[in-house]
């Protein structure tokens, strides 16, 4: 069930200059919220900031009323987020769109970029209780550019490749040693930026593997009225923030 709530700044926790983790607290009950599900935040204070900002929830602490998101400083309204002061309001609107399906499955392969690893430690939690063994693969262009590894550590396998080689293996992630030999991984699920997931997809696809991806189409409104985040799949065009932003590789038209 969708909430309109009210928040206020807990704390933040900065990963580097421009990436951090903010987490809000309420008040009021948290709805269930599902791995890949996501909020649009509302940006206090900022008359240039006209629309929310669409962002993954990172984790969610239903005892304490909290939920945390990981956010990279890459605009005014991202930028505003991170100067809040603690304890000022912030008004999201959630949990939005759908969520990873989680099967029988006995190994799963998580492949992230970015962002685009935000929704993976509640998705690691959930694979975990339900026993199945779970290998996260984390990209970045450097060192400074992995984050969260110790949280995913809680909950599977951690594997690292840099494209210059300053932490894991040198490369992008589809070079990684993972990929290579017997792919004994009965599930892939991916997200960050989209050419590393078509490539995923594509190799997932070979190895007869099912593969879901989190889409990042620019999502204004959150509720499908805008109609900015459409993307075309094999049944017609979709839109991302309702319809998504989680898909089965094999209805995109990648």
């Not at 960050?192 to 189409?217: F, H, Q, R, T, Y």
């Amino acid at each position: 069930m969708k909430k309109v709530q009210d928040f206020k700044v807990k704390e933040y926790d900065w990963l580097n200059a421009d990436n951090y983790i903010l987490t809000l607290i309420s008040n009021d009950e948290i709805p269930e919220i599902k791995p890949g599900n996501f909020a649009e935040i509302k940006v206090p204070n900022a008359e240039d900031v006209f629309l929310r900002r669409p962002i993954s929830v990172l984790d969610v602490d239903y005892v304490n009323k909290e939920i945390s998101f990981y956010i990279k400083a890459i605009g005014k309204g991202t930028k505003k987020l991170g100067s809040l002061n603690i304890g000022e309001t912030v008004n999201i609107v959630y949990p939005l769109g759908n969520h990873f399906n989680i099967d029988d499955d006995k190994k799963v392969l998580i492949v992230g970029g970015g962002s685009g690893i935000a929704p993976f430690v509640t998705l690691g939690r959930e694979l975990k209780k339900k026993n199945i063994e779970t290998v996260f693969l984390i990209g970045g262009r450097t060192s400074n550019d992995i984050f969260l590894t110790d949280e995913f550590s809680k909950y599977g396998k951690v594997e690292v490749t840099t494209e210059d080689g300053s932490r894991g293996e040198k490369g992008l992630v589809t070079q990684h040693t993972v990929f290579q030999g017997n792919f004994d991984f009965d599930k892939v699920y991916t997200c960050g930026p989209d050419p590393m997931m078509k490539a995923v997809a594509k190799i997932a696809d070979a190895n007869g593997v099912e593969c879901e991806a989190s889409l990042e189409n620019m999502m204004a409104c959150g509720i499908g009225a805008c109609l900015c985040c459409v993307t075309p799949t094999k049944n017609g065009n979709k839109v991302v923030c309702t319809e998504g932003p989680v898909f089965n590789t094999k209805e995109l038209s990648w």
